[in-house]
């Protein structure tokens, strides 16, 4: 391909490379590559998704993830980025990159829907201060009366109980 900058050909000759061995993570890898040189951004996460259930190695798999969520943030497919970004975070939930990916999700339209999948992840990792944070911000959403009560009340035992502030509950 850069020996004859032939993108187009180049792409075909992966893609029949792929059909015939759909297991290669190499094939994906550099489909991904190429797709992305093309400005199929798409095309690319799709290889990229595809790699990821190849994977069993958990921080592997997590690695990919995470490239897939960035990609889909580009895209501005932020649901999805969620989605990647919280399988990342549940492969690999001691690595910041995924938590990371979230955090930065919260300044953006789907912000309700990222602090839902932090939520786990700070109480897996006893950040008791963000999940507060993310416990306050979800409950300016809930609508539900008995559900404002019940976050209300997890607000209040984190600020007694876990961060030893009172005055705060």
Not at 56 to 83: F, H, N
Not at 154 to 163: K, Q, T
Request: with cysteine.
């Amino acid at each position: 391909e850069e020996a004859v900058d032939d993108l187009p050909k180049a792409i075909s000759a992966m893609e029949e490379a792929d059909r015939a061995s759909p297991r290669d993570r190499n094939t994906l890898v550099e489909l991904q590559r190429l797709h992305r040189r093309a400005g199929d951004l798409g095309q690319a996460s799709q290889a990229c998704a595809r790699e990821a259930e190849l994977l069993e190695d958990p921080g592997e798999k997590a690695d990919v993830l995470q490239r897939l969520a960035a990609g889909l943030v580009e895209q501005d497919r932020l649901d999805e980025a969620i989605t990647a970004y919280g399988s990342a975070a549940e492969q690999m939930p001691d690595r910041s990159a995924a938590k990371e990916g979230l955090e930065a999700l919260l300044k953006t339209r789907v912000a309700l829907s990222a602090a839902s999948a932090l939520e786990p992840i700070y109480r897996k990792n006893a950040d008791f201060s963000k999940l507060v944070e993310i416990y306050e911000r979800l409950l300016e959403a809930q609508a539900e009366p008995d559900d404002r009560v019940e976050r209300l009340l997890a607000i209040r035992a984190i600020w007694e109980e876990r961060l030893a502030r009172p005055d705060r509950a």
